[in-house]
């Protein structure tokens, strides 16, 4: 390379003052040498360059939104918080499609219990047990590996907690009403899972303030299927519909999960102060090492 | 942790000026991790030495408020860590790194600490992006911060977790094992690190390794089996050997501890054989003295089985 | 790669970097290319706005398809690819398009030596100033087609006109540079 700008030359260029002939000579010249391109980037004002690498890092840095976080954005929620939810292992969308087929086997299951003549219980017992796994997993050191940090962080965990459960729940409940229209049961009927599944997980909310989430998950978990287990052992030999005999799905019981949800928030509310304290984290010493 | 204009995490809370931990006790089922363990930290880096199941790591986690203790009190600048808003006011000045960092494997190192600063409750975006940039650039990962963690060696995983300790500069630092898996041109790295430090800023790292407290320690504070068995300088650590170090060409069945020394000459910690060849004791001899047994080696059983 | 290996770094090794996620090589590839880069945008739009989104975006894909580059010509000439892409493709989203080429005929102020004279009409022969007399239309889509490698549609968008009008004017300009080279 033998022919170099000079500074008149490139400055004049810069200024918009050069003609188009040697504009387009010094244009090619500088696809090729270092140089001028260096002796150019000397002659140009900074503070633009630099803004606009501010602009470009900020992009360069900014996380791909995941699509459960542009979803919560569209739905108004706060651009951090989204981020928090977004990391939650039971909104991945793994754990969602694994929702989905689980909500798939519980409807075909009723469609065959409906084809031999039986009522689809199944759909309606299942599906409360839905959020509860959820939540489970939502928070706590099962399956969040990064658990440990995040609890030497001021963020309100039992805020975090409620953020993500409710999320949970949402998305539970959505797709569970969803998967309800396929359930061969009469009008609404098929939804008669909706309020024992908010009682169940309102328990388990409520239970969290004493024990960790996935413990109180279990407690409900247990709690819905001896209900359910008992309620079918004691009218097993009495006639008529499996929605009449079992009481969880007759109005009494319905009435009975609107009472638990509700007095189950009023104890979580009261309590979540203590919410924090319960997350005894570890208990395996072989966890711990020195 | 240089502190130019890094903004505390939250500049309400009161600074946190010393800790006074009192009688801690933690045991998980049948083993005893600690067993009335008291000591004070001040401003300044601090190092915990320790062997392997000491209770080192249940300690830091305790002062970390991720584990909470059977009984005891740990006490930051007077206020105890109960209660949600004390709770708060302690973890917005708090910044810790565990031994074994958990990650979100398909997180980028930038994502991982830009989510953390979230959970350190920096709301605002540009801002909290400038300081996460600002923590990786210090542990030297702006080279790789784009890059997936489950991609990174584990030196690189653990100066992750360094950084996401740092975001904010927090008063409290509380560091398990940072050393471990550094070669020496890291070590170094992070001695500077160390060093920029502001001057009220409390560091405490447990470490294995004697070298790391002679170089980066103000004080030193050695546990064994649940209990704090020295806390002071590092040079007064050393002199407790005075008298009780001797080399000999052979092997000396009364040492407590004997090994032999980088010019093949046997050294000696324990009650010294009259003649022998006393000698100046290093930090190591100091320590091994108190502890009986090599750092490196696993528990022994103690009276109340193998501590955690 | 410490900070003296990269400044003496090839930009083809820096992009490898760069492929790699390391945020300091686009940083030095940044320093080396964006100030010519947004100095040519700007010779054909004056748009500051659109040529800073412009070149904000050519770093972008930069970043994210550094593996994109094949190794064949320079790298400068790659990221020029992108950039004038970019560029037409931020002024097809604006309602008009923006004034497209900075119009001059040359400055009477700036005097060059002799030498240079003598060397720029080495380079180019008579062709600069048989360029500098063609109409600015016809000028701005030799530049367009010839110089920046744009295809008669590129050419079109960034210029603002159909690409018949394109192709038409490069017959025009092709006729009379020959007349004033012959």
Known sequence: ?290 | MPDTNAPRLDPGAPPITRIEITGLAKRFGKTVALDGLSLTLEPGVTGLLGPNGAGKTTLLRILATVLAADAGEVRYGGQLAAGPEALHEIRSELGYAPQEPGFYPNFTVFQFIDYLAILKEMTDRRSRQDEVRRVISLVGLDEVAGRPIRKLSGGMRRRTALAQALLGNPTLVVLDEPTAGLDPEQRLRFRELLSKRSPDQIVLLSTHQTEDVTALCQQVIVVDHGRTLFNGAPADLASTGAGRVWISDHAEPTAQLSWIDGLGRHRHVGEPPPGAEITEPTLEDGYLLLVGRHPDAEADGGPNGKAA | MDTGARRQATDADLLASVADGDRLALRELYERHAPWLVARLRHRCADPTVVHDSVQDTFMAVWKGASGYDGRGDVAAWIWGIGVRRLIGQLRKSPRPTVPLLDHHGDEALLLSAEEQVLISVEHGDLAGALNQLSPELRSVVQATVLDGLTTREASKLLGIPAGTVKTRMMRARIELRGSLA
Not at chain 1, 87 to 94: F, G, N, Y
Not at chain 1, 259 to 280: G, L, N, P, S
């Open chain 1, 1 to 290: 390379m033998t022919w170099h700008a000079t500074t008149d030359l490139i400055e004049t260029y810069l200024d918009g003052r050069l003609d188009a002939a040697r504009s387009g000579s010094l244009e090619q010249h500088l696809l090729a040498c270092d140089d001028c391109r260096h002796a150019l980037a000397s002659a140009s004002p900074s503070d633009e360059l630099d803004a606009l690498w501010a602009d470009l890092i900020d992009s360069v840095d900014r996380p791909r939104h995941s699509l459960v976080e542009w979803l919560l954005h569209r739905f108004g929620v706060h651009a951090h918080v989204a981020r928090l939810l977004a990391a939650t292992p039971s909104l991945r969308v793994s754990w969602l499609a694994g929702l989905i087929l689980t909500l798939a086997v519980a409807v075909v299951l009723s469609i065959a219990a409906d084809d031999v003549g039986r009522t689809p219980v199944i759909f309606l017992v299942i599906t409360p047990l839905l959020p509860l796994l959820g939540i489970a997993a939502a928070y706590g050191p099962a399956l969040d590996p990064a658990f440990e940090i995040s609890r030497a962080t001021s963020y309100p965990s039992a805020r975090l907690f409620l953020y993500r459960s409710m999320a949970v729940l949402v998305s539970s409940v959505g797709l569970s009403l969803a998967a309800s229209t396929f359930v061969p049961l009469a009008g609404w009927d098929a939804a008669l899972w909706l309020l024992p599944a908010l009682a169940a997980t309102a328990t388990t909310v409520a239970l969290s303030t004493w024990v960790a989430p996935l413990r109180a998950a279990t407690i409900s978990a247990v709690g819905w299927v001896t209900a359910v287990s008992a309620s079918v052992i004691a009218t097993r030999t009495d006639p008529g519909d499996a929605l009449d005999r079992l009481v969880v799905f007759r109005p009494t019981g319905q009435v009975v999960a609107l009472i638990v949800m509700v007095v189950a928030t009023a104890v979580f509310v009261v309590r979540i102060d203590r919410f924090d304290a319960a997350q005894v984290y570890l208990s395996d010493p072989l966890d711990i090492g020195a």
